[in-house]
């Protein structure tokens, strides 16, 4: 018994503590950005160093400029339906920022790499 849980146990305390992560689950973070009539919210998120990040884009007005996003890095342009959650998966640097902006580039935001 104690054989089996003692590697978990480490597992878990390496794990960083991030507010807005699963601390339990093996899965990539998840990050929520909403179009609202401000533009995108929050336009600057914190993520970990070289790691896969989910980015979930929700629009949550019905007339925007911002009706898909363009992520630096991918050359994808996700289309952002009203109300239907849009995943971008992408592996975060080790050092910098990823930004991201509307189709017309008007409505801009960042990914700021953070911790290590
Ligand atoms: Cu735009």
């Given at each position: 018994m104690i054989r089996r849980t003692l590697p978990l146990l480490v597992l878990l305390a390496c794990k960083p503590s991030q507010p807005?992560?699963?601390?339990?689950?093996?899965?990539s973070p998840v990050y929520d950005i909403f179009v609202t009539e401000n533009g995108f919210e929050p336009i600057r998120i914190e993520v970990p160093p070289d790691r896969e990040v989910v980015l979930r884009f929700t629009r949550k007005?019905?007339?925007?400029?911002?009706?898909a996003v363009l992520v630096e890095g991918d050359p994808v342009k996700h289309m952002l339906p009203e109300d239907k959650p849009i995943e971008v998966r992408l592996t975060s640097p080790r050092s910098g920022q990823v930004r991201f902006a509307c189709g017309m580039d008007m409505y801009r935001g960042a990914l700021v790499v953070t911790g290590g």
């Open positions: 807005t992560q699963r601390p339990t689950s093996p899965t007005v019905a007339s925007t400029c911002a009706d």
